[in-house]
């Protein structure tokens, strides 16, 4: 390629440095791991198994270029380690070596290429609330994990007690523990291939409850997550929320109090530019609150523009339930969303927000006579 | 069909244009599946053949001839493309439309009347309490989707681990990654069908990994909708309830918060006519409140009536929790139920209520001496 | 049978009418239930086929009599529609008459005994928790009603997906739209038989989809229960209790708004006679309120009694936290239970509460010394 | 082995007679478990064989000298039978006796030796947070036994319903009952082997109709374990955390009920010594309260060392939420953690917290200049 192609390419990249993937990388991870993927099944003709294997290239080709120009920029900004030991850095570096290393220490090219699935691992630190994912896991590590030591207490009883009670009847499938550890696992998660199944009476009454545990097991999981993730989703929520409100004038009036009051009653919802968030005739149940960005309410004969710190949709919780106007985004906006359920409360508990809130509508009211 | 007919079907189906589905529309849907599919059965002898086709021919026009008349009546009203483009416009569209289009297309007619099943899809407006979910799914769609990236994540690492462990001892099944990424859906959703089952010792060991991280995958999934779930319902609940309880006079009286209050502690309850809600002689742990329609308490001797606003069966909280008499709707009624829990809490936050319901009860115990 | 043992028979079933089950009931029906079982397995000898249907001539003679004796018992009390439109009262009719009838109708025997598994309906009415179940289900019954239509839907257009693009390839399975619905139910339930299994590549990505729903479906059903369930334990809980604690003097002082409060700390604990309660050096993390029946305190040297009202096991929330000595309960006793977490709360809301146990607790201290 | 060796070993095992499992002893289970295992697996060589029979043996040998020092440890303090009695002294008992009683009792060697699958059980009394999950299970076990009964009711309900349906087709899958019972169960745990499977129409539908429930009870299920989970986390947290909070200085100025709120509020964390709690230049939304231990924050030029009572990290709280320095444990320390959620609550009950955390922050800010 051309130098200036090279250096505009290194130049896109290093700006995209910061984020944690770029649409082009998410297009090459598609493309490289469809393409590997077909490549496995027997290529019809040549032509298409070369194009393939071309395809493949072009994307390792862009994986490495796109690490090494990262390895530059954070190596000029002296974040060069921190980015290395980050979990971005990590499957930068796999993404980029995996396959080269194994081509190098010569493995057979088809079995090679077959590392470019890891390339799925660079869209790790893209997934939306895999953060919040985590905290749970590691919050409720304690009881998954005694859960964890349980189902494995089981399968190793139930495996030993199949094999001893199968064994001479078909010593094919249960002729060792490890073949009824196979068993007990396939069973305890209610997978049942039926490629190994009890015959016996007893052995088919042990397995029932091997199967019976399993549905344990499944609601024992399944509580300590749900429990773990109401609380997470709870703090999280708050946590986008806080910084927001406090920045809303029409808050920051308040006291502490009051702002966690309402911060616990808002949820934060981030628009593209030219979204409709309101549409007229629309039977509505929340009110918005500008946090950043713009909107544009299109009035019969002309349009309002509200900026930061406005509120509209306020009619909609004062009796007349049905949208009076169109609202699009103008620019990107995040908004606070008030359900009816909350602005109810809200009111009672903050007399002063209410009559605000109250006058405004009335002015307006007034104003698009 | 004579004119008269005709302009009479379209009278009753243009009167029912409003409401998502029609009685008739329901029996259409279920009568066209359900024939449709024993279509596909071998016929035993022509004549049930040919009168299925008629039964279908007969559902067609009725959705073709339900749709045309949605048409027109919504272009009287300036609604047609609103209509257009609403679920249940687009769904009686495809009702109208698949089949004939398929036919005309030149598809064997076996074939296309396949396409008959899109009917069941004219049932999705009327679904009750589908809104619901919608919301919990949109609001909980960021951590679910990143369970489904993670999701694929394990299916395609784990297909091509056993695409390299397996392929060499069972070519046939584990041949090509796409049969492995088979495996890998079958087992992380402990579907299990066992057509490709992994042999190897060391595939084994990642299949149980699969299937462990399925048990995963599932409780965070659950997880997440329940928290969602909870959170919604509560919502709901609440909405439902607001409008209802600010129209009972007997609450009226109570500032926005204590109407907050007891918002969150009743339950609405819509009955048709004749229905009997309290049966003489059955244990009472709640008391009602008439929001819309007519009771009738069946006193020994007379038969007393309440309307609108009025309430019973407080004596079921007020220590003797036997009901003492029967109490049916007289017409179509919705009621605000408040258990005795609530109750308790609610007249120790406001004992004014207290008073009220208790002197109305020392009133109807002195009258029904 | 003679005359005396008879009568004296009917007395003692009489005398159980009113419980739901009696022992002998649970015992003719798991006796009954298994041998009919077994009978179904090829009998080794006569003998033993003999002795079965001897044994189930019994059980069966032994319902059927109970049958009449409570229907003579509840004739008696003019209480017989009722009963018989009770659930009792129709599981026990079914389970007097389902054999006897279809003996007559000419049923072949070894057929009409098979209704003999109808005997197990017997024990619905003596399950524990079973209202609350239900109740969660009939509050929860909408949303899991729309779940449930969205799963037929998924199941019906899965199944006409998958009829035509596996019909041509697997005739014999995939021949007809009602086998494929076969495989769509044992999919989407991720049951997984591998009876039916799509081959061809778009098959089995339909396929793949269905099991995704599955979890999906999964999800939402757990979702909605969890949230039924949560409160419905939270309203049940309430409900044994409150009886129970404005009945212990200790908290009649307190007003009503209190008690509701301390509700929704306790919980109830029934024991039988001669239970330890407390062991003597065990770690203790709770204290007891005596509300019905009496306990005994096993001091050094003397053992004291307390009676209904009466509270025990405070020290362990009063600083030292290893329980003192035994208590054992005397006669069948309800203990209301207060845990270290809520008696914090339940201190810093009602300090005269606290004063009181802490008074009794110096007095016991000293009178132990 | 010599005398002062094996004296030796007595005092370590004594020593360790306290702790529910040392080290050593997990060792022991994990080798003798695997080596089990294997030998089951056809042995390649006589060596192999030999060597792993050692091994049981050696394992073998270890528990029962464990044992034997604990009961003579024990017996010293007078706990001996308390401890033959505790479920840690009863895995004791059978780690070391099952497998000797099976030799002597002339059971097959081969056989006599899978019984070390119980050592296992040693692994119980160690599992963490097992207490909790047996605190649910207890509590919930009411609803749970009835959702049971429910799951066997329709077992043996649809297991005769197929076995009628399906006997004549196949009868050597449905032949008895018993066979059809162990299709219901793997049906309605949703498992599926496939090995017995309908294929009657009708015994197709009443097979939908058990997953479908099956469904069910899963959901019933882990909505009742979700529930009590929830219920038990909040409790076990509290209690974990009360003791430490009422240690804290900081709070134990506060009132009891402001120390129940703050309880509600904090998190115990314990660490290590040399652990990095904060990381300069990431992000932090929570503060810390070391309840015992030492940490020392790395300052520009000077380590400051704070010990029991002292608080940091606050800043992150107080606008400026990215970490100014590096705080690391210097001894084993007990932390609370404090979210910027509950912080901003906590503020607002409590000014009087929020002056002093404000001061000290100053005071640190102008220290730190």
Redesign the interface.
Known sequence: MSKPLISALAKFVAATAGRNMTKAAYVAVAVG?VT???L???PTHEAAHHGASALLWACLAYFVFEWLVRLRHMASQQRLELYMLSSSGLVDAIGALAVPVALVLGVESK?AW?LS??W??K??PG????R??RR?LVLES??L???L?????VV??AS?AE??LERDVQPQTF????SA??WA???L???????V?PVT?LG?IV??LV??S?????????????????AE???DN??KT?ETVSKVPFFAAL???A??DV?HML?TMDLPARTMIIRKGAQG?CMYFIASGEVEVDLPGKKVALGEGAFFGEMALLGNNVRGANVTTVKVSRLLVL???DF??L???HPDLAETIDAEAKRRALENK
């Open positions: 791991v590997m993927t077909l496995t099944v027997d079995t077959l699935v890891l799925v691992l869209v790790i997934i939306p609330g895999l919040q994912l749970v304690g009881p994990l005694s859960v030591v349980i189902f494995l207490m190793f009883l030993v094999y001893f002729g060792s523990v490890p550890l196979w696992v396939v069973t998660t209610t997978t049942g291939y039926g490629d199944v009476p088919r397995a029932a199967m019976i399993g549905l344990g097991v499944f609601g024992l999981w399944t509580g300590i997550l749900a429990t773990g993730f109401a989703t709870r703090r708050f946590l806080w006291g502490p109090s702002i966690a911060t949820r149940d359900d009816l359920v109810r409360v009111m009672a508990r």
